[in-house]
């Protein structure tokens, strides 16, 4: 037993735990990726469409833009939200209530840290793919091509992952399945409004543009947009850093909550 | 160090409920150890605690020599757990459900195939390995969750209640199953409230009540103790029962309900009551020190 006592002392965030937590969601993943995708592309196609084509009948350019290229670029931070949030806050209260997955990988060596972190980041990876698509879609009507559009992957996977760190954090609050109608009504549906998505907020009252300004989702569109039509030197620096500091704050409070929830 | 598991004074309080109340435990290296007792006596709330999934409120918790909570994590490297409510991915195949545990306890990459199909092997579920989990029986459920547990060759395993809802004959395999892992000098603890299931497996029992440990021994040793070598069953009506327990008492013999009858242990030939005479178990003790019936 000597031996094994002069072993290191197992660090935090260890590449083998995450890269076990994320094998399993990869792996399941292969029996549900149909749906899935379908949901995540199905959804924002659906939304520049009847945008695009809706109000683009009546606007032709808002803010500098043809119509349809402010949307295509804006949903691109609606699909990192759905695909983000959404399938983070079922998918933990699932595993947590009915699976007991939770149970079983603990009780591997894994912590809670780790968990946490691998599920979000694997999350945040497929959200960088997702988040494409209605960009693509857009191209499709006539959005023009550019390399900044090489940037937008990578975006949308840091916003994805902040996204998935804070539907953890709700599920962790959860009590029941029903509170997400809570967060999601009051919070997060008008997060997706309010956001610079379908209208700019510089014609909104002071009050929304203000309440614009902390939501992460306003800073994603922001420099998606500025990714593919030119990015605005420091304007951008400020939205990349505070997209980073909420997908910091988002992972640190998921953590603590499903510590809360996991060890008793 | 010589034991796989050592707990002092364990304590764990949920609000005003102590749900262990300074339990001491020892299961030596090698050894099958039973932690029986009653719903509610604290056995998953301990079995928890060894995976530092409960935090304790109070004792020294050691496990392969790792102190518990804050070297957890080594500990569970070598520990293989086997919970009490199936949480298998039932989406998922056999050989996927192995897969991916054989990712998450670090079996590595060039030993995963072999570490597979030994499993596969042990649980007789090479035949079924691309089916997927859902289409399995409940038997086969609970082998594939037994052997999830030993991909890494652990040296220790904890059994939560490892044969609770199973057919009789179900039941009889996998003990088969884990006298195998006995044999191969793998260190187990077993928490269960079958009795007959800690009688034939576990070296040493301790036995549960309320949070805390009334009695420690080998089956042989704890029944010799408190209920002697012979109990005579007297049936009768429900006054001749309570009367014939009555007398018990002043005289100081040990009783307990078996149903229609009662038995009088301690009953060492020199007792002169008509009855049934026949050999003691391990549910007389049970039933005597936790005063609780098996459901």
Known sequence: MAAARAQPRLGRLERAALQGVMVRELVNYSSFWRSSTFSSTVDPTIYLLAFGFGFGSLVSRVAGYDYIDFVGTGIVAT?????????????????????HTYDAILAAPVDTEELVTAEALWIGARTGVYGCVPMLVAMVFGLDPSWGMLLVPLIAALAGFGWACFGIFIAARAKGIESFSYWQSGLLTPMFLVAGTFFPLNQLPQWAQVLGNVNPLFHCVEIVRHAVFGFEGWEDIGHLAFLIAFALVAWRLAIRFMERKLIV | MSS?????????????????????????????VGLLGPNGAGKSTTMKALTAQV?????????????????????????????????????LTVEQNLLVFAHLYRVPAAERKAAIERALGIANLAHRRKDKVDKLSGGMRRRLLIVRALLHEPRLVLLDEPTVGLDPQVRQELWALID????????????????????????????????????????????????????????????????????????????????????????????????????????????????EEIS
């Open chain 1, 79 to 99: 699909t990192v939200l759905f695909s983000g949030a959404f399938p983070a806050m079922y998918g933990t209260f699932v595993k947590y209530e009915f699976q």
């Open chain 2, 4 to 32: 796989a598991i050592k707990l002092t004074g364990f304590v764990k309080r949920f609000g005003s409920l102590t749900a262990v109340d300074g339990l001491d435990l020892d299961v030596p290296f090698g050894q099958c």
């Open chain 2, 55 to 91: 935090i304790g409120d109070e004792g020294e918790l050691e496990v392969l020599g790792y102190r518990l909570p804050e070297d957890s994590k080594q500990a569970r490297a070598s520990m293989g757990v086997v919970p009490q409510l199936d949480n298998l991915d039932v989406s």
């Open chain 2, 180 to 291: 195998r892992l006995r044999s191969e000098g793998v260190s187990i603890l077993m928490s269960t409230h079958y009795i007959e299931e800690a009688e034939r497996l576990c070296d040493t029992v301790t036995i549960m009540s309320h949070g805390k440990a009334v009695a420690v021994g080998s089956p042989r040793a704890l029944i010799h103790e408190h209920a002697g070598p012979e109990a005579i069953e007297v049936y009768g009506s429900p006054t001749r029962l309570a009367e014939l327990e009555g007398v018990a008492r002043t005289r100081g013999w040990s009783t307990r309900r078996t149903g229609t009858s009662v038995s009088v242990l301690h009953a060492n030939g020199d007792i002169d009551l008509d009855g049934e005479r026949r050999i003691t178990n391990l549910e007389d003790v049970f039933v005597l020190l936790t005063g």
